[in-house]
């Protein structure tokens, strides 16, 4: 099993296990609502509708990374602020959305969002490989004007789940 492939179930046993959204709530059986963890829809891993989903969207922000950079490279320093990727540091299934300030072919510098005054401790160095998702934000910054798939992935399981 590749890396990906890894990552990808853990973070579904991960979510399925835990099955709580950021307030702690239990996810009960009967709910229709799609609970995520840092942006990323976690219900039960062996819902196929769910895993097509998740690695749809895994493979849609594959396939557009390049469009991404380019439009990234090609704004000024407050364009590239409405940039994140979406990225797995761990094998425990944990996200986290990070704000790229490098974003070269092969290597990407990025922080955590939020952050202001870079320090050296604040960078973290990942490859185009292993970004799960990026988006890219308008200048209100509420919603994805691009990218986001796992976002629109959550929103379209939770409108198929929705009663007749």
Known sequence: MTP???????????????????????????????????????????????????????NDAQRSLAGARARWMAGDMEAQRRFVVLYAPSEAGTTVWLQPRHWGPFRLECVPLETDLVEEGDIVVLTPEQILDWAEFGTEGDVPIKGGFTDRCGRMLEKARLPG
């Open 4 to 58: 990906k492939g890894q990552l990808f179930l853990t973070t579904c046993l991960f979510g399925s296990l835990t099955a709580c959204d950021r307030t702690g709530s239990v996810l009960s059986e009967g709910s229709q609502e799609i609970q995520t963890i840092d942006g990323v829809p976690t219900v039960a891993s062996d819902d196929p509708m769910y895993l097509a989903c998740i690695e749809e969207a895994k």
